[in-house]
């Protein structure tokens, strides 16, 4: 069964950039075709896809977060990671990683990490 | 993008009643469309997948329907363990949205 977990930062300054990683264990990040992807929900608020990265390295993001995001794979270590720049206290929420199976189902979630942006 | 409208908003209902949450998507989707379950201070859990395929060790209390532009999710009898806050999300193009969700409790 494959675990996923999110780590990095708690806290980040505005203007900075959150850095977040979801390491893969239970398989390999590599194996099966899948899409990886971080999702963020504000507290008490609904879910919002951020963007995706297959393990050939393509990535999809989405248009709402302008240009800040960046998605990357280190397959050496079964992980990818997450970098939005130039955050605000907008951008305070619980981050989670997700594989994408099927047509577009996240069958697999990490527990979620909560980033909270303030001086 | 395609907008996703649930509801209702909030819902209570009781012990072994059956729960009703439509999901309206803003232009046709197929059978794009998954649905989810979030306990709180937890990570969601997918409970169907492309609108009416159960995801495996998921109850079979839980049902889903619908294609196009509308959608429907079932419990048939509720129990206590399914109070949380249900989501529904398209997946027939990018960016996927979900819908704002729908808060059940007993």
């Known amino acids: 069964q494959v675990q996923l977990q999110e780590s990095g930062p708690g806290l980040v300054k505005p203007s900075q950039t959150l850095s977040l990683t979801c390491t893969v264990s239970?398989?390999?990040?590599?194996?099966?075709?899948?899409?990886w992807n971080w999702v963020r929900q504000p507290a008490g608020k609904g879910l919002e896809w951020i963007g995706r990265?297959?393990?050939?390295?393509?990535?999809n993001y989405n248009p709402s977060l302008k240009g800040r995001v960046t998605i990357s794979v280190d397959t050496s270590k079964n992980q990818f990671s997450l970098r939005l720049t130039s955050v605000t206290a907008a951008d305070t929420a619980v981050y989670y990683c997700?594989?994408?199976?099927?047509?577009?189902?996240?069958?697999?979630w990490g527990q979620g990490a909560l980033v909270t942006v303030s001086s | 993008d395609i907008q996703m409208t649930q509801s209702p908003s909030s819902l209570s209902a009781s012990v072994g009643d059956r729960v009703t949450i439509t999901c309206q998507a803003s232009?046709?989707?197929?059978?794009?469309l998954n649905w989810y379950q979030q306990r709180p201070g937890e990570a969601p859990k997918l409970l169907i997948y492309?609108?009416?395929n159960l995801e495996t060790g998921v109850p079979s209390r839980f049902s889903g329907s619908g294609s196009g532009t509308d959608f429907t999710f079932s419990i048939s009898s509720l129990q206590p363990e399914d109070i949380a806050t249900y989501y529904c999300?398209?997946?027939?193009?990018?960016?996927?949205?979900f819908g704002q969700g729908t808060k059940l409790d007993i």
């Open positions: 997700a594989r994408k199976a099927g047509r577009g189902q996240f069958d697999n």
């Open positions: 232009q046709d989707i197929s059978n794009h």
């Open positions: 239970g398989g390999s990040i590599s194996n099966g075709g899948y899409f």
């Open positions: 990265i297959y393990t050939g390295g393509t990535t």
């Open positions: 492309d609108a009416s």
């Open positions: 999300q398209h997946c027939e193009n990018l960016p996927y949205t």
